[in-house]
């Protein structure tokens, strides 16, 4: 899981780099975005906050992103039955990387809209707490594939800053029935973000005019 994260990332960043060198060469320079969700999805049957961020890189009207999305703390049921285990505090944690591509339905000065899809890479972690020793002890792990697909729209508050909300739907693949059961639902999320990209953009021209 780290090792696909961490060669996602470099194999995004690799791109916005090579972009970014042959902006003079080519009149559609990719212009890289970076944004922070705060979703609502749901674990077990709960509607949990889930956070994100993503780093992206948009030429014309398609934009290819890496996004990594988890929950900041577990989420903690007080009392689950587990059968021979009896009841027991219970904890899930579920995060995941994904690869997203984006077609802009609307790109204008002020308004953005348009229909990601993602697929990811992630895992989903039970455990509980014993009740006579008090240590958290591990329960089960799910390797899972998220897909996800949204329709979203954002807005620019000022020509760096942006924010945005859009609802889809994630369906996940996971070898336990019960994962796919639990995590595959309807989700809703808020941003915010940045376009980097415009932000170097005018920082380079202004040391350029002062030279």
Request: glycine share 10%; aromatic share 14%; proline share 2%.
């Amino acid at each position: 899981m780290n090792r696909c994260t961490l060669l996602l990332l470099v194999l995004l960043l690799g791109g916005s780099a090579r972009a970014d060198v042959d902006s003079t060469k080519v009149k559609a320079a990719f212009k890289v975005v970076l944004n922070f969700d705060a979703r609502r999805t749901w674990v077990n049957n709960a509607s949990v906050r889930f956070n994100g961020m993503r780093l992206g890189a948009q030429r014309g009207r398609d934009m290819i992103a890496f996004g990594y999305y988890g929950l900041g703390d577990p989420y903690i049921q007080p009392s689950v039955d587990l059968g021979e285990l009896g009841k027991q505090e219970f904890y899930t944690r579920f995060s995941f990387a994904a690869l997203t591509y984006e077609r802009l339905l609307i790109d204008t000065k002020r308004w953005q809209a348009g229909i990601p899809v993602a697929f990811g890479l992630g895992n989903y972690r039970t455990s509980y707490r014993d009740t006579t020793s008090g240590k958290e002890i591990a329960y089960g792990v799910n390797e899972l594939v998220p897909i996800e697909a949204t329709l979203h729209c954002d807005y620019n508050v000022f020509w760096f800053v942006f924010i945005g909300a859009g609802a889809g739907y994630r369906y996940v693949l996971a070898d336990d029935p019960a994962a796919t059961r639990i995590l595959s639902d309807y989700t809703y999320y808020f941003k915010v973000g940045l376009r980097f990209g415009e932000v170097v953009k005018r920082v380079r021209k202004r040391l350029r005019d002062n030279v």
